[in-house]
């Protein structure tokens, strides 16, 4: 139980263009989605926290204007990355959680790359 | 300031030794606490997590915690070639805008196990 599914794995888009990254929860109903980056040999840093029918939070230093996040069901969450550049190249990585549930659940992450 | 501490590592142990890895955070209202590891270009697994002070043990993995001190440890007996990854510390702290509960990741421990 408790598998959180990514799409696509992997994309190479050009600087200028948008992509959309998709999250989805498959066996169970996530309340809340979190949107990570993870720039290589670094951390994982939380962008924004999405609730079911809610806008995003977004933490400070990101743009939620480049980064747009969507949490329509409560089985999917999108993220947007808009005017995509070099700088945007990373691992992005989303987890889900059900509301009272102290635990994240992770999807396997989305390798972006921006020539 | 930081607010989940990793010694980043690399901390090389050999093959059947303890590695003990080590994780301290500054917010007094953190609740839960997460260990996961990470192998490169892959989303974090979870590992164990813990509420209470004390031990807690799961298999080769226990992980301790010390709420006075905000100190939490994970050691791995036996250690094997193949836990050579990066451990990430997580604490879970209440995102009350929204009454759900999100991480602070520390920067991470890479863990060289040595045959």
């Known amino acids: 139980g408790a598998v959180v599914s990514q799409h696509p794995s992997w994309v190479i888009c050009k600087s200028g263009t948008s992509v959309k990254i998709e999250c989805r929860s498959l066996d169970f109903q996530a309340t809340t989605m979190f949107w990570y980056r993870q720039f290589p040999k670094q951390s994982l840093m939380l962008m924004a926290t999405?609730?079911?029918?809610?806008?995003?939070?977004?933490e400070q230093g990101v743009e939620k204007d480049k980064f747009l996040i969507n949490h329509a069901s409560l089985t999917l969450s999108t993220l947007t990355v808009t005017s995509a550049h070099p700088e945007d190249s990373s691992f992005y990585i989303c987890s889900a959680q059900t509301v009272g549930d102290y635990e994240q659940y992770f999807g396997p992450g989305t390798r972006l790359t921006v020539t | 300031q930081k607010e989940v501490e990793q010694n980043s590592g690399p901390l090389s142990v050999p093959e059947g030794a303890i590695a003990s890895l080590n994780c301290t955070y500054s917010d007094r209202g953190s609740q839960s606490f997460f260990w996961y590891r990470q192998y490169s270009g892959k989303s974090p697994e979870l590992i164990m997590f813990i509420y209470s002070n004390g031990d807690k043990e799961d298999g080769r993995f226990t992980a301790q915690l010390n709420k006075a001190s905000q100190y939490v440890s994970l050691l791995i007996r036996d250690s094997q070639p193949s836990d050579s990854a990066t451990y990430l510390c997580?604490?879970?702290?209440?995102?009350?805008?929204?009454?759900?509960?999100?991480?602070?990741f520390g920067t991470g421990t890479r863990l060289k196990v040595l045959a």
């Open positions: 999405s609730n079911e029918g809610s806008k995003a939070t977004y």
């Open positions: 997580a604490v879970n702290t209440p995102f009350w805008s929204s009454g759900t509960y999100k991480y602070i």
